[in-house]
């Protein structure tokens, strides 16, 4: 049977299962909501960072009017920045409690304010709903949620590439040529194995430092054990088989065998797996900045988000923690359907 044959059944099969295939669902609009986060958020500013503490702790649905003032701002930063990351504001907004226009002229009142303030000149006065209310600083809850979603997927990318490089890399070595390289390989791969993958994320990212990258890497320096262990044992299975034995024969160069003729039989438990490992990526990087030691504000994350707001549990604000924790319980669940569903999928014996 051909590789687009079972493709094409591993398809079907995940069509079948309604569970994966609505997790798959999801997943996709996540990522597109990852990617056009800037675009999504009400607030458009870097990390979606506008702060206005008056506004603090907002219930959803809470509509403020703003009045808009012009303030000029050199931004030097590219239009990819800007679309990627976000534009600086050239404008200043002051959330209003109530307001009288006269021709050019709005007298207003600050919200939580008892000062009049006049304003004459250019201005203009928009109305702005919080769908998911605002944080204790002040800042568009729905925004933040939106950005957090692009960390968890860059964490979950970065981090499940460099597990697949180095465990793809070592599992092919050690199952192919085996005797003394096996057996170096897989002390070495027994070694981290017996380290709790906490700690050892801990551990490398307080060497590498705090930072944006560096718990990428760091997570992603402790995944590849199962993935190199999970390759091995496919390798030692499939050396064996007619084709390998063939190329063997005709002289084939043990990198064409290794990386042409094998490394596609294993690509299958291999997506299986990078499946589990981007919802393990995900659960260890909120971890990590429910700890401090994640990504550092003002980058919105869905743990540092939980990790601001826990207190707030036992009181009427729960929904500021338990709206983040649901969106992690949720995107590490489809991923863990999707990996079984996979696994399904990829099954032969069926």
Request: proline share 3%.
């Given at each position: 049977?051909?590789?687009?044959?079972?493709?094409?059944i591993?398809?079907?099969?995940?069509?079948k299962n309604?569970l994966?295939?609505?997790?798959?669902?999801?997943?996709?609009?996540?990522?597109?909501?990852?990617?056009?986060?800037v675009?999504?958020?009400?607030?458009?500013t870097?990390?979606?960072?506008?702060?206005?503490?008056?506004?603090?702790k907002?219930k959803?649905?809470?509509?403020?009017?703003?009045?808009h003032?012009?303030?000029?701002v050199e931004?030097e930063?590219?239009?990819?920045?800007?679309?990627f990351?976000?534009?600086i504001?050239?404008e200043k907004?002051?959330?209003?409690s109530?307001?009288t226009?006269f021709q050019?002229?709005v007298?207003y009142?600050?919200?939580?304010?008892t000062?009049?303030?006049v304003?004459?000149g250019?201005?203009?006065i928009?109305?702005?709903?919080?769908?998911?209310?605002?944080d204790?600083?002040?800042?568009?809850?729905?925004?933040?949620?939106?950005?957090?979603t692009?960390i968890?997927?860059?964490?979950?990318i970065?981090?499940?590439?460099?597990s697949?490089i180095?465990?793809?890399t070592?599992g092919?070595?050690a199952?192919y040529?085996r005797g003394?390289i096996?057996?170096?390989?897989?002390w070495?791969?027994?070694?981290i194995?017996?380290?709790p993958t906490?700690l050892?994320v801990?551990?490398?990212s307080?060497?590498l430092?705090k930072?944006f990258w560096?718990?990428?890497?760091a997570?992603?320096?402790?995944?590849w054990?199962?993935?190199?262990?999970?390759?091995?044992?496919?390798?030692?299975?499939?050396?064996e088989l007619?084709f390998?034995?063939?190329g063997k024969?005709l002289a084939?160069?043990?990198?064409?065998i290794?990386f042409?003729h094998?490394l596609?039989?294993v690509l299958g438990p291999?997506?299986?797996?990078?499946?589990a490992?981007f919802?393990?990526?995900?659960?260890?990087?909120?971890?990590l900045?429910?700890?401090?030691?994640?990504?550092q504000?003002?980058?919105?994350?869905?743990g540092?988000m939980v990790?601001?707001h826990y207190?707030y549990?036992?009181?009427?604000k729960?929904y500021l923690a338990?709206?983040?924790?649901?969106?992690?319980?949720?995107?590490?669940?489809?991923?863990?359907?999707?990996g079984?569903g996979?696994?399904d999928a990829f099954?032969v014996r069926d």
């Amino acid at each position: 049977m051909s590789e687009h044959s079972l493709n094409t059944i591993a398809w079907n099969k995940l069509k079948k299962n309604k569970l994966a295939f609505f997790s798959l669902i999801f997943i996709m609009f996540c990522f597109f909501v990852s990617v056009f986060a800037v675009f999504l958020s009400p607030d458009r500013t870097p990390m979606a960072n506008e702060m206005h503490i008056e506004l603090s702790k907002l219930k959803p649905l809470t509509k403020i009017d703003f009045l808009h003032l012009n303030m000029p701002v050199e931004d030097e930063s590219s239009l990819f920045s800007k679309w990627f990351i976000g534009k600086i504001s050239d404008e200043k907004r002051i959330p209003l409690s109530s307001y009288t226009e006269f021709q050019d002229t709005v007298r207003y009142f600050s919200y939580q304010s008892t000062i009049e303030e006049v304003h004459i000149g250019k201005y203009q006065i928009t109305e702005q709903i919080f769908w998911l209310g605002t944080d204790i600083y002040g800042r568009d809850m729905l925004s933040r949620m939106i950005h957090g979603t692009r960390i968890s997927f860059s964490v979950g990318i970065i981090a499940v590439f460099i597990s697949l490089i180095i465990g793809i890399t070592l599992g092919l070595l050690a199952g192919y040529y085996r005797g003394f390289i096996d057996s170096v390989i897989m002390w070495f791969v027994n070694v981290i194995w017996s380290i709790p993958t906490l700690l050892m994320v801990i551990a490398i990212s307080l060497a590498l430092g705090k930072g944006f990258w560096q718990v990428f890497v760091a997570i992603g320096l402790t995944m590849w054990v199962e993935v190199a262990r999970i390759v091995r044992g496919q390798v030692l299975y499939i050396r064996e088989l007619e084709f390998v034995q063939a190329g063997k024969v005709l002289a084939y160069k043990p990198f064409r065998i290794i990386f042409i003729h094998i490394l596609p039989n294993v690509l299958g438990p291999v997506i299986v797996i990078s499946a589990a490992n981007f919802a393990s990526a995900i659960l260890i990087e909120s971890g990590l900045s429910f700890l401090g030691l994640g990504t550092q504000p003002p980058i919105a994350s869905w743990g540092s988000m939980v990790k601001e707001h826990y207190f707030y549990i036992i009181m009427d604000k729960a929904y500021l923690a338990v709206i983040p924790g649901l969106a992690i319980m949720f995107l590490v669940l489809s991923f863990m359907l999707l990996g079984n569903g996979l696994r399904d999928a990829f099954d032969v014996r069926d």
